[in-house]
């Protein structure tokens, strides 16, 4: 099956600097790839997704790029604020797999003045 | 609109004992979908529901896990007898029918701990 692997675990960054988080995945048939951010406490909630047909998507301060021949993609967030801290997850769901949405780990955010 | 609800937010337990947990999915969405996430660890797949039938429970980790979603509206996912194990938040998402890859909202979630 699909396998999600996402680091780092743990990233620190001060403010107004940029974050990347890496994932990479296996199944090479994936074709749809969501981030979720989850604040304390809070839902995980979809913040940018990618589709394999596409090579970078960008929404104001976050970005996600995707090579489909290494089969990782990436998050970018440039200019980060405090409220950027969170649990960063990226996914993957598999064309002709349903709807399943695979994830990896979580990345711990951390946004320091 | 209001979310994706789940009941109760926290429970304690002791091992052996049963916990049934509720998802209300957003109106109208006809995917509903669990996920469970053991401490410092992925957020795993367990079952998505299509209305009321079960469109895939590849995930379930054994027969002691039981979804249901009678009349294709609200779910519930009852661990009997629950183990040490099952610790965890389990996640309820739901998602509206639509051709190819559509976003799941989430639930706040609910923090199981077995002791």
């Known amino acids: 099956g699909e396998n999600v692997e996402q680091h780092p675990s743990t990233l620190s960054v001060q403010e107004g600097d940029s974050a990347v988080i890496k994932c990479t995945y296996s199944?090479?048939?994936?074709?749809?790839f969501p981030w979720y951010k989850q604040e304390l406490g809070k839902r995980p909630q979809l913040i940018i997704d990618i589709r394999s047909n596409v090579g970078e998507k960008k929404d104001q301060r976050i970005a996600v790029t995707l090579n489909k021949t290494a089969k990782h993609f990436s998050l970018h967030i440039t200019e980060t604020q405090p409220e950027d801290s969170a649990v960063y997850f990226c996914?993957?769901?598999?064309?002709?797999?349903?709807?399943?949405?695979?994830f990896g780990t979580g990345t711990q955010l951390k946004v320091e003045l | 609109e209001a979310g994706v609800t789940q009941f109760p937010s926290h429970s304690v337990i002791e091992k052996g004992q049963t916990v049934t947990l509720r998802c209300d999915p957003i109106s109208g969405h006809d995917n509903l979908y669990w996920y469970r996430r053991v401490m410092g660890k992925e957020i795993k797949f367990l079952l998505h529901?299509?209305?009321?039938?079960?469109?895939?429970e590849s995930g379930m980790p054994n027969n002691r896990f039981l979804a249901e979603r009678t009349g294709g509206t609200y779910s519930t996912l009852k661990v009997q007898p629950a183990e040490l194990e099952d610790s965890g938040v389990y996640f309820c998402?739901?998602?509206?029918?639509?051709?190819?890859?559509?976003?799941?909202?989430f639930g706040p979630g609910t923090r199981l701990t077995v002791l």
């Open positions: 529901f299509v209305k009321e039938s079960k469109q895939d």
């Open positions: 199944d090479s048939a994936s074709n749809y």
């Open positions: 998402a739901s998602s509206q029918v639509a051709g190819g890859p559509n976003e799941q909202f």
């Open positions: 996914a993957a769901r598999k064309a002709g797999g349903g709807n399943k949405l695979t």
